[in-house]
């Protein structure tokens, strides 16, 4: 079981806005941990997305972006388009379980 | 361009053993920076990071769920890094994806992943 939830599930309509959140606790994201994101589409590996809570690899669109605060983190997808459709799981390091952990995962549909 | 390629999965009973490897190539692997990861994904289900190998230290981390059955190492005139599994159990079915690890200690991300390497553990 992930110490790190997301939602099961987000949808948008082409070109609108989606934001995953990422949640986290005290020994994760709260302990000033990186996020990473990692876009999986089907039945491929997964995808670096977001490094370092907001810091796109090189040949990411600049339509995803990340964001962290406190316990939590976010990416935010803008200008939704139907090759965004995949699973977006978050990652950090958690100090209680000595290890990385990521999050449970949500599936994106472009409605 | 920076590629890596999994083997060795299969179909195996449990308690048997199984031995994964990780072809690198694009990059010096004999690096002392490369530190080198295993992640798994069970059918149908989320990441869970396995294990780890620090490029710098030489150091090993596992995941509480494999610690003392699965064995992380390297052979740098193989460019290979290895997944030693033994005693294998029905819920180490999964996909094995090897990765290389980026960042600060504590703060790694993976990038690039291989393909994965399917392992069954079935009677």
């Known amino acids: 079981q992930s110490v790190l939830t997301q939602p099961p599930s987000v949808s948008g309509a082409p070109g609108q806005r989606v934001t995953i959140s990422c949640t986290g606790s005290?020994?994760?994201?709260?302990?000033?941990?990186?996020v990473h994101w990692y876009q999986q589409l089907p039945g491929t590996a997964p995808k670096l997305l977001i490094c370092g809570n907001n810091n796109r690899p090189s040949g990411v669109p600049d339509r995803f972006s990340g964001s962290k605060s406190g316990t939590s983190a976010s990416l935010a997808i803008t200008g939704l388009q139907a090759e965004d459709e995949a699973d977006y799981y978050c990652q950090s390091y958690d100090s209680s379980l000595s290890g990385y952990v990521f999050g449970t995962g949500t599936k994106v549909t472009v409605l | 361009e920076v590629q890596l390629l999994e083997s060795g999965g299969g179909l195996v009973q449990p308690g048997e053993s199984l031995r994964l490897s990780c072809v690198v190539s694009?990059?010096?692997?004999?690096?002392?920076?490369?530190?080198m990861s295993w992640v798994r994904q069970a059918p149908g289900k989320g990441l869970e990071w396995v294990s780890t190998?620090?490029?710098?230290?030489?150091?090993?981390y596992y995941a509480d769920s494999v610690k003392g059955r699965f064995t992380i190492s390297r052979d740098n005139s193989k460019n290979t890094l290895y997944l030693q599994m033994n005693s294998l159990r029905a819920e180490d079915t999964a996909i094995y994806y090897c990765a290389k690890a980026l960042g600060r200690y504590l703060n790694n991300w993976f990038d690039p992943w291989g393909q994965g390497t399917l392992v069954t553990v079935s009677s």
């Open positions: 005290s020994s994760n994201i709260g302990a000033n941990y990186d």
């Open positions: 694009g990059f010096t692997f004999s690096s002392n920076a490369m530190t």
């Open positions: 190998l620090s490029g710098t230290s030489g150091n090993t």
